[in-house]
């Protein structure tokens, strides 16, 4: 009897730390339903399947276009989504066009609210699919002298 008992001490106490260990990973995770940050782009057909498109994406090169931006976002899909408004959206707002600095502050805010009322949805300065749809992206390869939509 006293062998087992120290492997089921043992037991236990591999349960607590495997549990504990694992803390962390379940405190972090995104709630049901909760939007995922873009934090990488990827190319992606356009509607037609005729040609590639560039747009932020959950890490780069996944395809996975399920994501939104907001302010205090930093990353590379910021940068593509500041290309795309400059290139593809810039009639939208006024000049000085925006820095590509992967920063989602207040102008990329207002660029974003902007271009999502010239395209009549809903207006909230968050990037996110219903905007990712409707507005215009550079064509890979174009320098953005064309843009194309993509779903």
């Not at 049901?32 to 356009?46: E, I, K, Q, R």
């Not at 747009?55 to 996975?64: E, S, Y």
Request: glycine residues 12%.
């Amino acid at each position: 009897m006293k062998r087992i008992r120290p492997l089921l001490t043992a037991a236990a106490a591999l349960a607590i730390a495997s549990g504990i260990a694992m803390l962390p990973a379940l405190t972090s995770a995104a709630p049901a339903g909760a939007a995922v940050s873009c934090t990488g782009t990827s190319l992606v057909p356009d509607t037609g399947g005729l040609v590639q498109v560039r747009v932020p994406t959950v890490g780069n090169g996944t395809g996975n276009v399920n994501c939104q931006l907001g302010l205090g976002n930093q990353s590379v899909a910021v940068s593509r989504l500041q290309i795309a408004l400059n290139q593809c959206d810039s009639h939208e707002f006024d000049p000085p066009l925006l820095a590509v600095d992967g920063d989602y502050g207040q102008l990329t805010q207002d660029a974003v609210a902007g271009t999502q009322a010239s395209l009549h949805i809903s207006v909230d300065g968050i990037y996110g699919p219903q905007t990712r749809r409707t507005m215009a992206w550079p064509v890979a390869g174009s320098s953005g002298g064309i843009c194309a939509f993509v779903n």
